[in-house]
């Protein structure tokens, strides 16, 4: 099992990143697919999640509700974050992982993932 973030980078407040994670070794539309972040100095934070199964149900942590999107192509077997309006507070490593249901929606339980990235660095400052 192989999930390869990239995309990650330097950007200025207000500017926009699209993260992608590519999925490889195991059967990519039968799970969920998150994004967890972890900020300097903290812990995990729970990000985003889309369904699985051809389902489009998304979901977000208050803190990016309207700024961040999260999609994915089971052909391609890759999940994207796009973020936009970026802010300080959201300069963290972003991993992406997989979970066999919806997971936690607040404090991040690395027991309901099954797969985990490598993460990808987002720097937000001018």
């Known amino acids: 099992v192989q999930l390869v973030e990239s995309g990650g980078g330097l950007v200025q407040p207000g500017g926009s990143l699209r993260l992608s994670c590519a999925a490889s070794g195991f059967t990519f539309s039968s799970y969920y697919m998150s994004w967890v972040r972890q900020a300097p100095g903290k812990g995990l934070e729970w990000v985003s999640s889309?369904?699985?199964?051809?389902?489009?149900?998304?979901y977000y942590a208050d803190s990016v509700k309207g700024r961040f999107a999260i999609s994915r192509d089971n052909a391609k077997n890759t999940v994207y974050l796009q973020m936009n309006s970026l802010k300080s507070e959201d300069t963290a490593l972003y991993y992406c992982?997989?979970?066999?249901?919806?997971?936690?929606?607040?404090?991040?339980?690395?027991?309901?993932?099954?797969?985990w990235g490598q993460g990808t660095q987002v720097t937000v400052s001018s």
């Open positions: 889309i369904r699985s199964d051809g389902h489009t149900d998304t």
């Open positions: 992982a997989t979970s066999s249901g919806l997971p936690s929606r607040g404090f991040v339980v690395r027991d309901e993932y099954s797969y």
